[in-house]
């Protein structure tokens, strides 16, 4: 897709560390406690699933853990970190006294996710439990989900307050008991946030640690699963048998790296397909990156594209500067990790040579997806598996074309006649498809005879062709219409970071049209996108004989 305008939104991870607290042996909680926060922005998904640090909108994901520095909480940081989370540790000051701070407070209240991790001494902190009774009130008045780690200890040892944790638990209690000071209601809200905490479906460490350390990864990673999908119409057709067909191609017992590529026309789905199976796949891996419309973006340098792969893959801001410096970077660092990469329209098999290399650049099991116009590039390249996307059938055409005339999936019964003429015309292409149905929505019988007629007029034209011919035409309708209006009509897209997008396909075909205006004088056009026809133009003409002057970043 062709950016228009950024509006940068945001995904990025925090590690709190807490500190004990020492006074009288009445008034302490014993021990020193772990508490990571780990935020993801809702609002939208960048289109690399890249993070960004910001304090703005965050949701997040607090896990609170016994800290024996090198223990499960450690091991947790860790496992965050090698997951592709942005961690970094904080200060000591969140646990000072038994009440919660007020940017701790502001985690918990932003929070989608709270992962709360109970040890033996648990009970032992007022801290602690006052945190629990946060955490389940934003549960139970936000819809917060809570998934509980109990650290070698019971469910109903905790939610009863028995066996060893109960010991360490009543042990407290008849201390605070003792002070005057002390509100008795307080335990009643402990005890309740232990017992509704402790019915929750949650991990118990009876094993390994670094396996429980890998499901809890994990379990997070599905749970914001859905924060890091990428964007898909929903207005799909034909798709599922596609998607079937690619995961069995990626499914190998044997855990090897695959590259698998997905070729076909512009405009037929590569990167919608591509993308439901980046979707479906993201949870089952560590690292994740998708880098899009590779074609247009490789212009403003390969090392612009390495960079931003390193920085989804790492999580951090690593800047190469020479196409040589990112390849042994990435080749050598990435070795033994897990990734799913989506390399969106390639055209040059250099391109995927400076970002994906070869099998040994990524562990085994990895998955390299690489979407292309030319099936020779894929075949260059020497992909594993190759899947060739084909045009939609006259049925599913039919659906696809209702679903933008009129939002739903078959036609009236007096424009079913009409809709199958100019469907026919389409190709079985689904950006034409949608673009003439788009068009062609909430208009009258005339006005679809007419559009049939004007079809008539260039009965052998190329599909692509046809779609310039009906952008063109269309062109009368929304002069001075706003964006939604744009949007309504397909023209232009909101993408995974909220950029505003053109398809790439209809940018190639408008840039054609204007250079098709005069192809040796670019002054003469009546719009310039190149720099050096910019330059040409402003030099040699009026400002005034230039209409438009668009340039692309």
Aim: with cysteine; hydrophobic share 40%.
């Amino acid at each position: 897709m062709a950016p228009i305008l950024l509006l940068g939104l945001t995904l990025y991870f925090l590690y709190k560390k807490k500190a004990s607290v020492r006074g009288n042996a009445d008034d302490a909680d014993t021990g020193t406690y772990d508490s990571m926060i780990v935020p993801t922005d809702t609002n939208s998904v960048r289109s690399s699933s890249s993070p960004i640090e910001t304090n703005n909108n965050a949701s997040s994901s607090l896990t609170v853990g016994l800290d024996t520095r090198h223990g499960f909480a450690d091991h947790l940081y860790h496992g965050l970190r090698r997951a592709g989370i942005h961690t970094f540790r904080d200060d000591d000051e969140l646990q000072q006294g038994e009440d919660i701070r007020p940017e701790l407070m502001a985690a918990i209240t932003n929070s989608k996710v709270l992962i709360p991790i109970f040890f033996v001494n648990y009970g032992t902190s007022s801290w602690c439990l006052n945190e629990l009774v946060q955490i389940m009130e934003g549960k139970n008045n936000n819809e917060q989900k809570v998934l509980p780690v109990f650290y070698k200890v019971k469910p109903a040892d905790v939610g009863h307050q028995i066996e060893s944790f109960g010991k360490a638990f009543h042990e407290r209690e008849k201390r605070l008991l003792k002070r005057s000071s002390f509100n008795p209601a307080i335990l009643e809200k402990w005890k309740q946030a232990l017992l509704e905490v402790s019915n929750l479906k949650g991990h118990e460490a009876e094993g390994s640690e670094v396996e429980l350390v890998k499901l809890v990864v994990r379990e997070v990673l599905n749970e914001l699963k859905k924060k890091f999908e990428l964007i898909i119409s929903e207005n799909l057709v034909g798709i599922d048998s596609h998607v079937k067909n690619v995961m069995e191609l990626m499914d190998d017992k044997s855990h090897a790296l695959l590259f698998v590529g997905i070729h076909g026309m512009g405009g037929i789905g590569k990167t919608t397909l591509a993308k439901t199976i980046y979707n479906k796949l993201s949870n089952q891996f560590e690292h994740r990156s998708f880098i899009e419309d590779i074609r247009e973006s490789w212009k403003r340098g390969a090392y612009e594209l390495q960079n931003r792969l390193i920085y989804d893959i790492l999580n951090e801001k690593y800047e190469v500067h020479t196409t040589d410096d990112g390849i042994n970077f990435i080749s050598s660092r990435f070795k033994d990790k897990n990734v799913l990469l989506l390399l969106d329209d390639v055209d040059n098999v250099n391109q995927v040579k400076c970002l994906a290399g070869n099998h040994d650049w990524f562990s085994l099991g990895s998955r390299i997806i690489i979407t292309a116009r030319d099936r020779r590039i894929l075949e260059l390249v020497g992909v594993d598996r190759n899947y060739g996307l084909s045009e939609l059938d006259p049925e599913q055409s039919l659906i696809l074309f209702s679903k933008y005339a009129f939002r739903k999936d078959f036609p009236p019964s007096e424009f079913e006649g009409l809709t199958r003429e100019v469907v026919s015309t389409a190709g079985g292409l689904p950006l034409c498809l949608q673009v003439l149905g788009s068009l062609m929505c909430g208009k009258e019988s005339k006005e679809w005879r007419d559009m049939i007629k004007n079809l008539e007029k260039v009965p052998h034209i190329e599909v692509q062709e046809k779609i310039a011919f009906y952008m063109w035409d269309a062109c009368d309708f929304f002069p001075g219409k706003n964006i939604e209006v744009l949007r309504f009509m397909s023209l232009i897209k909101i993408g995974d970071d909220l950029k505003l997008q053109m398809h790439d396909q209809l940018r190639d075909l408008g840039r054609a049209i204007v250079r098709a205006e005069n192809h040796q004088w670019p002054q003469h056009r009546s719009r310039v996108v190149l720099v050096v026809n910019s330059v040409l133009a402003l030099v040699n003409v009026e400002p005034s004989n230039i209409s438009i002057l668009v340039s692309f970043h």
